[in-house]
């Protein structure tokens, strides 16, 4: 149906900077909202921002300032810029999208999860 790849993790030193990339592909008609997540060890997920179609964003406070979240709609690529990075932002980054797909009879929208990129910010 859908699939959703990330890339871009990795290990940064304390103030330092990474960009996340997530490209969707399968049989998409169209994404609506796109958006990127985190769990860090012993911790539930949770929302870092979101962007919708129309570029409309969303942040969590402990990504305001610091995070841009844009988008390629061309491209079905939802992009995540984390600069000046704590160790609080270690964790595991899952990219989401809602999107609605063909199918053999008719679309339908769902929500999809890529399996995650490991972010590591340590000295």
């Known amino acids: 149906q859908v699939q959703l790849v990330e890339s871009g993790g990795g290990l940064v030193q304390p103030g330092g900077s990474l960009r996340l990339s997530c490209e969707a592909s399968?049989?998409?008609?169209?994404?609506?909202?796109m958006g990127w997540y985190r769990q860090a060890p012993g911790n539930q997920r949770e929302l870092v921002a979101s962007?919708?179609?129309?570029?409309?964003?969303n942040y969590a406070d402990s990504a305001k300032g610091r995070f841009t979240i844009s988008r390629d709609n061309a491209k079905n690529e939802v992009y995540l810029q984390m600069n000046s990075l704590k160790p609080e932002d270690t964790a595991v980054y899952y990219c989401?999208?809602?999107?609605?797909?063909?199918?053999?009879?008719?679309?339908?929208?769902?929500?999809?999860w890529g399996r995650g990129t490991q972010v590591t910010v340590s000295s």
């Open positions: 989401t999208a809602n999107v609605v797909y063909r199918t053999s009879n008719f679309p339908l929208r769902d929500n999809f």
């Open positions: 399968g049989r998409i008609s169209r994404i609506n909202d």
């Open positions: 962007i919708s179609s129309g570029g409309s964003t």
